[in-house]
């Protein structure tokens, strides 16, 4: 079964500066789609981004980047002119393309912006 | 505007008791889901529905039930069969047939057993 890691539980970060979250994930697969997901204190989960595997340009939203290693089965997310708003729990989630149903989620990174 | 409602946002229960949570999504999707958010875990998931009157178990449904009668809601009830039901509840949809097709939250409910 796919699993997927986050090993920082909480990170902090000054506002304005650059953070990566780290995410790791086990599959056999050749082929599936990697997120990060935001839920801010409201609790709604709201997507950051996508990267599909078989691409390799990394995914860019705005102020919000991946750094995609296909053969080290990493996906980190980098944020950028980090914001009071950018605050939340980021999830990290792997998806197979065989089985749009089967989604996998990391246990969540806390982030903290400090003004 | 489009989107994913669920209701209530809080939920009490007493011990013994079913309640229903209530998912409702006008975007037009065909798939429908229901994860389980414990705290320092992340999210599990309990059913799905890909389309009208047809639904699937996850990797946690003992305990819970689900139905799809119409392609807008599907609602979740948690029984009395299941054990540790205090938890956060996201309902999620998505279109079905692409691959690509991205899975689209809504606001959650948080169940309370007293």
């Known amino acids: 079964a796919q699993t997927v890691t986050q090993s920082q539980p909480e990170m902090s970060v000054q506002e304005a500066e650059t953070v990566t979250l780290s995410c790791t994930y086990d599959?056999?697969?050749?082929?599936?789609?990697l997120f990060w997901y935001k839920q801010p204190p409201s609790r709604q989960m709201i997507l950051v981004i996508r990267?599909?595997?078989?691409?390799?340009q990394n995914a860019t939203e705005n102020r919000f980047s991946v750094n995609f290693q296909k053969a080290a089965k990493s996906f980190s997310l980098k944020i950028s002119d980090s914001q009071l708003g950018d605050a939340a729990m980021y999830f990290c989630?792997?998806?197979?393309?065989?089985?749009?149903?089967?989604?996998?989620f990391g246990a969540g990174t806390r982030l903290t912006v400090k003004p | 505007d489009g989107g994913i409602t669920q209701s209530p946002k809080y939920l009490f229960r007493k011990e013994g008791q079913n309640v229903t949570l209530s998912c409702e999504q006008n975007?037009?999707?065909?798939?429908m889901y229901w994860y389980r958010q414990d705290p320092g875990q992340g999210l599990r998931l309990i059913y799905y529905?890909?389309?009208?009157?047809?639904?699937q178990k996850g990797d946690i449904a003992e305990g819970y039930s689900v139905s799809r009668e119409k392609k807008e809601s599907f609602p979740l009830t948690v029984t009395s069969a299941q054990k540790n039901p205090t938890a956060f509840y996201l309902c999620?949809?998505?279109?079905?047939?692409?691959?690509?097709?991205?899975?689209?939250f809504g606001p959650g409910t948080r169940l309370t057993v007293l």
């Open positions: 990267q599909e595997a078989y691409k390799q």
């Open positions: 989630a792997y998806r197979t393309v065989y089985n749009n149903n089967d989604m996998r």
């Open positions: 599959t056999s697969e050749s082929d599936y789609y």
């Open positions: 529905s890909q389309i009208v009157n047809d639904f």
């Open positions: 975007l037009n999707h065909d798939a």
């Open positions: 999620a949809s998505s279109h079905q047939g692409a691959p690509a097709d991205t899975q689209y």
